[in-house]
């Protein structure tokens, strides 16, 4: 019991440090964010039919929780291109002041995440991979009971990178030139 209230305590925490992190953006990251959360939404929309398009189309209908995990995908993979841009007061990100094997594996996560949402809400027999594997009749028995736990996965991955790089703008800042320079 001791280690679960250490967990929560610990993911409150690291929550309260991202929504530090979240306060401190600019309009340029909010615009951004934005920007990228539509272009993404669109492209993984049209893709996988959930916005009808003369281009792709579906042969098995979207489910309803479909909607929602696109939404949120594409809403987590904005704000977490957004975490990439850099201030105009912040110099150079190197070794010292980054660490780097965080921000490779939050990246990492956030592209995963973004490829495990395609697959969760793209039609089952219409992705060629599943196709290819599992045949018609594998896609529609395994592949598709499969999917919400993909989404699942898609929300935790991007999620998880987002919280990540949002604590690292209040936890571990990139020094600006007046602060270095006053040193």
Known sequence: MRSFQLAVSSSRLALEQAADGLRTWT???VL??????????????????????????????????????????????????????VGPDVTGTGPDTVDDRMERRSGRFGIAGSVLAWFAVGCPVCNKLALLALGYSGAINWFAPAQPFLAFGALILTGTALVWRLRGQTVCPVPSRAKELAQ
């Open 27 to 29: 309009a340029r990251q």
């Open 32 to 85: 951004t964010s934005a920007a990228v959360a539509l272009g993404f939404g669109l492209l993984l929309g049209v893709a996988t039919v959930l916005i009808p398009n003369p281009i792709f189309s579906r042969e098995i209908p979207p489910v309803w929780w479909n909607y929602p995990v696109w939404v949120a995908t594409s809403v987590f993979s904005g704000m977490l291109v957004a975490t990439y841009l």
